[in-house]
């Protein structure tokens, strides 16, 4: 059965291409990579060998988790800098912040931070966590960390700053992560506080290194080695023991009492003179360091310290002071160790250090007034928006109170947001504002709208659409509008909305009636909402079973979006219209829409790599069915190449579902099963109705393999009947459920049983007749065939057969006649023998087709098996290096080309030599070209 090409398009590949698909081909997730960084080791840096010592063995006695938890300003984070620098393992470093709290974006972090040690690393799960409904977090944890397991070498994960964590998800995911880490990770937290992990658990175990509050205070001897050496100020003993004392070794106090010093005659009345709680004794020295400074430099450090990250420019902004430029100021902020870090190797961008930064703002409050303190935030707003970062555009206006701002910054980058996957984001934006600023703003409503669309929370997003529409109807003067492309479409984009949100919870006709509302309220010369109405009119005939009218549809939406230029939706959606031609059986035109789609693709190679894997796994699936192996593996190859990279969220979810089709084709009928819950993880819930689902699919193997009480545990558990009301959603289940009274027949020769399954086809037959489904006639006629067969109705079981070949051959049809098994073979040699003995005139060309039929049985499926004369296939990775290694690539010279590490190209050629039993590169070549594999 030629299932896989048939599955449904994720509602984001084929409702809202148009949206997306061109913009993510530029511009995934912003990436701050300074988070990436591992921060610099310091000039005044004092060495702590004893620290070192306990990291190391920690690390080296395989635990699992070291956590180093003080309160601000003990060294935490040096320290691991200082230890990894002389550690010879790979390091994967992330510096948290306060939004990291959402899921997705510690997710996305956390693997890109991954991704600096092994490139490609984790991409697909990227896919699932930067799409509009997160998958669950233990299933997306699952596949990284399999992925993690498969890395040769041992490496550091190190999360600097966890205590910023707040959201229990990413505690979960936390907590899952660690219960199920890879031998080759040792994972490094640094905290101000104790996290809500599994402490006391790996405490018991052993598998906890911990460094705490007592651990790094500085000893007497480093306390001399700091004051004298790091800072030159020559401090008798007494001084030093006096100071330490007071700070109880705390650095920061250190530091800052050493820049005061600095300032001071005499040292020694101002350390006796130095005493106080921590709490106390900072706000002492920060008016001391602050004093000290010239004026310049105070205002300076009052007036930046509500950035998050300061460059030059920004803080010339902030300050508006023509007389020194914020760059030199930073610079020499560093110079002074004035509690400033730099974020990357060129020294451009800044961070104060969190405590300092914090007194500062205290200290702003109590000297600036509200309105100068608001003026700063609204510059740092201004210049962030024209340096392209709307979200510290947005917060520095709300921290300025200026919600109409913040408002018009949230209405104007909704669109650039939301075809970046970043609609949580942007929702947690637009919570923060006024409910009365937002109910006069009628594009916003229905941004809002759109956004809880995504996220499939209709009853929000239809609160949001009245809202905009009480505001249409509302005076006009009180009406404040920033998008007026938006503004002049907004009845239409209302009911786009409302198109979704009935499709959404399955009110087909619903959605039928408001996608022909948006087409005749879409403006005339707004191609671009046109095409995005039609492909989601389209996808409603889909639902419907109307599968003319969705390629027509589909068809015209495509047509519109190569007019208007858009190129790359054309392109991704061509898949979805070969989708549709499959199910209806045409899978010649299917071929011709995709190679006629990647054609198109070559003309524009730039707005399209990133979209095309679809295409090649289409294809493959395609010459698989049709037998052609070699140019099936082809496609498949290149499928799995482009995969990495693809921007469609419902690539993983496909890939799986053509591998386990691929698997059954070749008998290996349990990872198959193995392959179809792999598929189940990656699937969200789809607007084009899930006409496959998983659980039915793997009853179709169950009964391949005698699994027959799997099979009716299922038709149990969904009540499905042989009575049941017919529709097109359900027909592949009900489909399944005639094998499954097949072979119930088959168990117990209980002639109920294939009364109830032929009754339910003939029924089924008509439903697809009349809407002129010839896939699913062909499907369901060879069902039938095989139950009159088994129930020795050989005249019905001939005629059903009969009919399902003349449909079948002018197409090219074998896989799914031969995946069936021992039962069509004897069908198709019984119907053979009897067409012998037939007119010739009448069955010649069926006779030729029958007998190519019966002679694919006896060869297996090519794609993923091994070429022959190998035991066991060559990946694509093995197939890419084997490739390098024909060109007279080095093994260095492929690392660098594949981003690998040297060990892992080294791995790769031991595999490949193993594979094709040879003992060098010179004999790996000459195999390989013997093999056709070069």
């Known amino acids: 059965m030629f299932w896989v090409l048939f599955i449904t398009i994720h509602n984001r590949f084929l409702l809202f291409c148009t949206r997306y698909v061109l913009y993510n081909a530029f511009m995934s997730t912003a990436i701050l990579a300074t988070k990436l960084y591992i921060p610099p080791i310091r000039p005044q840096l004092v060495l702590r060998p004893r620290l070192i010592e306990q990291l190391n063995e920690g690390l080296f006695s395989s635990r699992k988790l070291t956590i180093i938890s003080a309160s601000a300003g003990f060294g935490k984070t040096t320290l691991v800098s200082d230890w990894v620098a002389s550690c010879e393992r790979r390091i994967a470093w992330l510096s948290l912040d306060e939004d990291d709290n959402d899921p997705a974006r510690f997710l996305t972090y956390l693997i890109t931070a991954l991704q600096t040690i092994v490139p490609n690393i984790g991409a697909e799960v990227l896919q699932m966590v930067q799409s509009a409904q997160l998958p669950p977090l233990e299933s997306i944890l699952t596949i990284l960390l399999n992925e993690i397991g498969t890395i040769p070498d041992n490496f550091i994960l190190i999360l600097d700053d966890y205590h910023v964590i707040e959201d229990k998800e990413v505690g979960k995911a936390m907590t899952f992560l660690l219960a199920h880490l890879p031998p080759q990770i040792h994972l490094v937290i640094t905290t101000r506080e104790d996290p809500n992990l599994p402490l006391a658990r790996l405490r018991a175990r052993n598998q906890l290194t911990e460094l705490r509050t007592a651990d790094l205070r500085f000893m007497p001897s480093e306390a001399t080695e700091f004051l004298n050496q790091g800072m030159r100020l020559n401090l008798s003993e007494e001084d030093v023991a006096a100071l330490e004392a007071r700070t109880e070794g705390w650095i920061a106090g250190l530091q800052l009492a050493a820049i005061s010093i600095q300032g001071h005659k005499d040292a020694g009345n101002f350390i006796k003179s130095f005493t106080g709680s921590h709490h106390f004794v900072l706000d002492y020295l920060v008016e001391e360091v602050l004093q000290q400074q010239p004026e310049r430099v105070q205002d300076f450090l009052l007036c930046t310290s509500i950035l998050d990250r300061m460059t030059g420019p920004l803080c010339d902004a902030v300050l508006l002071n023509s007389l020194a430029s914020g760059r030199d100021t930073l610079e020499q902020l560093e110079h002074n160790n004035l509690f400033i870090n730099s974020l990357d190797n060129e020294r451009s961008w800044y961070r104060y250090h969190h405590l300092f930064g914090g007194l500062l703002r205290q200290r702003l409050g109590k000297m600036r007034t509200p309105e100068e303190i608001a003026g700063y935030h609204l510059r740092a707003s201004e210049w962030h928006e024209k340096n392209g970062d709307p979200t510290q555009a947005f917060h520095h206006a709300v921290s300025a109170g200026d919600f109409n701002r913040a408002a018009m910054l949230a209405e104007k980058h909704w669109r650039e947001m939301n075809e970046s996957f970043q609609m949580t984001a942007w929702l947690g934006w637009v919570k923060q504002l006024p409910e009365e600023l937002i109910c006069l703003r009628p594009v916003l409503c229905t941004q809002i709208a759109w956004g809880y669309m995504d996220i499939s929370d209709v009853d929000a997003s239809e609160s949001r659409l009245r809202d905009a529409e009480r505001c249409l109807e509302g005076p006009s003067d009180e009406m404040v509008i920033v998008a007026e492309d938006q503004f002049r479409s907004l009845p239409a984009r209302i009911a786009i909305a409302r198109t979704y949100n009935a499709q959404s919870v399955s009110d087909f006709p619903a959605a039928v009636k408001y996608a022909e509302l948006a087409l005749k309220l879409a403006p005339e010369e707004d191609h671009f909402m046109s095409a995005q109405t039609k492909a989601i009119l389209g996808g409603t005939y889909w639902a419907n079973g109307d599968l003319e009218a969705a390629c027509k549809s589909m068809s ?378 070069l």
């Open 556 to 933: 015209d939406w495509i047509e519109n979006a190569q007019k208007a230029g858009n190129f790359a939706f054309a392109i991704a959606s061509a898949s979805g219209k070969a989708d549709i031609l499959t199910e209806q059986g045409h899978l010649r035109e299917a071929l011709k829409t995709y190679q006629g789609s990647l054609q198109l693709a070559t003309e524009h190679a730039a707005e399209s790599q990133r979209i095309i894997a679809h295409h090649h796994l289409g294809l493959a699936l395609l010459y698989h069915e049709m037998r052609e192996d070699e140019t099936a593996a082809q496609h498949f190859q290149k499928s799995m190449e482009l995969g990495q990279q693809s921007v469609l969220r419902d690539w993983s979810y496909r890939k799986y579902l053509a591998q386990a089709r691929l698997k059954e084709s070749e008998g290996d009928l349990d990872s198959a099963l193995d392959l179809l819950d792999d598929a189940k993880r990656f699937y969200a819930r789809s607007l084009i109705p899930y006409t496959r689902p998983i659980d039915a699919l793997k009853v179709s193997i169950y009964l391949k393999q005698g699994r027959l009480s799997n099979a009716q545990e299922w038709v149990r558990e969904h009540g499905l009947s042989a009575n049941d009301d017919l529709n097109y959603v359900r027909e592949f289940e009900h489909i399944t459920l005639a094998r499954v009274l097949i072979a119930e027949y088959q168990s117990n020769r209980e002639e109920r049983f294939i009364l109830d399954g032929l009754h339910l086809l003939e029924h089924l037959l008509k439903v697809a007749e009349d809407q002129n489904r010839m896939g699913s006639v062909l499907q369901i006629l060879m069902v039938a065939a095989l139950a009159h067969h088994a129930a020795g109705s050989t005249p019905q079981a001939f005629a059903s057969l009969e009919r399902t070949l003349r449909l079948s051959q002018p197409e090219g049809y074998f896989r799914t006649f031969v995946d069936e098994g021992e039962p069509m073979r004897a069908l198709l040699s019984a119907f053979q023998t009897w067409i012998e003995k037939q007119p010739r005139s009448q069955y010649q060309e069926l006779g030729v087709y029958t007998g190519k039929l019966l002679s694919a049985f006896a060869q297996p499926s090519g794609i993923g098996k091994p070429a022959s004369g190998m035991a066991e296939a060559l990946s694509p990775r093995e197939l890419e290096v084997l490739r390098l290694i024909a060109q007279g690539l080095s093994n260095n010279e492929i690392s660098q080309k594949l981003f690998l590490a040297l060990n892992t190209v080294k791995g790769h050629n031991r595999i490949i030599f193993s594979k094709l039993q040879v003992q060098n590169r010179t004999e790996a070549v000459a195999r390989a070209r013997e093999l056709g594999l």
